[in-house]
């Protein structure tokens, strides 16, 4: 099922202070640039191209696979989306011509797939257009239970004039809906988004079914150290030989 449609597309690049501001996307697009160098990237989840744009006017040959045709749409009214080829599809499944030395995911992207077997297809998918030594990276946040009281299942992560943020958890099944009410002309209107957490130890096996291993593990895009109160983690991982 597609959660990013008409009104969400219209409104998802307007984060001007969140993931938009250079502080946030600055480090992002150094970190895969450097890592891409001359070969081609593939970004899973390409959306409305935050990473995919500035990234391909660093001379990266970018290509880009998502479900969305309303996001795909802001992608293409962009300037600059002409050097960037799209795929509409899943992407955890679909399959695009060549080879890429790295493909990438990021902001909890890789949550947006709901269940179990999906994520794993997505890592099958990401090897599946990797050379041996190819990269795949991942940015996702750390599973917040530590917030959860025992018995809870809702936790508030935003309290605001015109937006009230509240995470409901199924810790049986991983599961994870984002509750958002937000003010829109004088009334609150709800958009819920479900995911499914994942550890970190669990991409890594996903990994390890996929033929790829772990290299390192960051904070951030900044390479700093993944610790025990770290929020959020980006990962990477290489393809090993055939």
Same mark, same amino acid.
């Given at each position: 099922?597609?959660?990013?449609?008409?009104?969400?597309?219209?409104?998802?690049?307007?984060?001007?202070?969140?993931?938009?501001?250079?502080?946030?996307?600055?480090?992002?697009?150094?970190?895969?640039?450097?890592?891409?160098?001359?070969?081609?990237?593939?970004?899973?989840?390409?959306?409305?191209?935050?990473?995919?744009?500035?990234?391909?006017?660093?001379?990266?040959?970018?290509?880009?696979?998502?479900?969305?045709?309303?996001?795909?749409?802001?992608?293409?009214?962009?300037?600059?989306?002409?050097?960037?080829?799209?795929?509409?599809?899943?992407?955890?499944?679909?399959?695009?011509?060549?080879?890429?030395?790295?493909?990438?995911?990021?902001?909890?992207?890789?949550?947006?797939?709901?269940?179990? #077997?999906?994520?794993?297809?997505?890592?099958?998918?990401?090897?599946?257009?990797? /050379?041996?030594?190819?990269?795949?990276?991942?940015?996702?946040?750390? /599973?917040?239970?530590?917030?959860?009281?025992?018995?809870?299942?809702?936790?508030?992560?935003?309290?605001?004039?015109?937006?009230?943020?509240?995470?409901?958890?199924?810790?049986?099944?991983?599961?994870?809906?984002?509750?958002?009410?937000?003010?829109? #002309?004088?009334?609150? #209107?709800? #958009?819920?988004?479900?995911?499914?957490?994942?550890?970190?130890?669990?991409?890594?096996?996903?990994?390890?079914?996929?033929?790829?291993?772990?290299?390192?593990?960051?904070?951030?895009?900044?390479?700093?150290?993944?610790?025990?109160?770290?929020?959020?983690?980006?990962?990477?991982?290489?393809?090993?030989?055939?």
């Amino acid at each position: 099922m597609d959660h990013f449609g008409e009104r969400v597309a219209a409104e998802y690049d307007s984060d001007e202070t969140g993931m938009f501001s250079p502080a946030v996307l600055g480090p992002a697009v150094e970190f895969l640039a450097e890592l891409a160098g001359a070969d081609a990237a593939l970004e899973l989840g390409i959306g409305t191209g935050r990473v995919a744009l500035p990234l391909s006017a660093r001379g990266v040959p970018v290509h880009g696979i998502d479900l969305s045709e309303a996001m795909l749409a802001r992608l293409r009214a962009k300037p600059g989306s002409e050097r960037i080829g799209v795929t509409t599809g899943d992407f955890a499944r679909t399959r695009v011509p060549g080879e890429f030395g790295l493909v990438f995911l990021v902001f909890n992207t890789i949550n947006n797939l709901t269940t179990q #077997d999906e994520q794993v297809d997505c890592f099958r998918n990401a090897a599946r257009h990797l /050379p041996p030594g190819g990269r795949f990276v991942i940015e996702v946040g750390v /599973p917040d239970l530590q917030k959860l009281p025992f018995g809870e299942t809702h936790v508030p992560f935003e309290f605001g004039a015109d937006h009230v943020g509240i995470d409901e958890y199924d810790v049986v099944n991983q599961g994870l809906i984002s509750h958002h009410f937000w003010m829109r #002309d004088g009334r609150w #209107d709800l #958009d819920s988004m479900p995911f499914r957490y994942v550890w970190p130890a669990e991409l890594d096996l996903m990994a390890r079914l996929a033929g790829m291993r772990l290299v390192e593990r960051w904070a951030d895009w900044d390479r700093s150290p993944f610790t025990s109160t770290s929020g959020k983690h980006v990962s990477m991982w290489r393809k090993e030989s055939a």
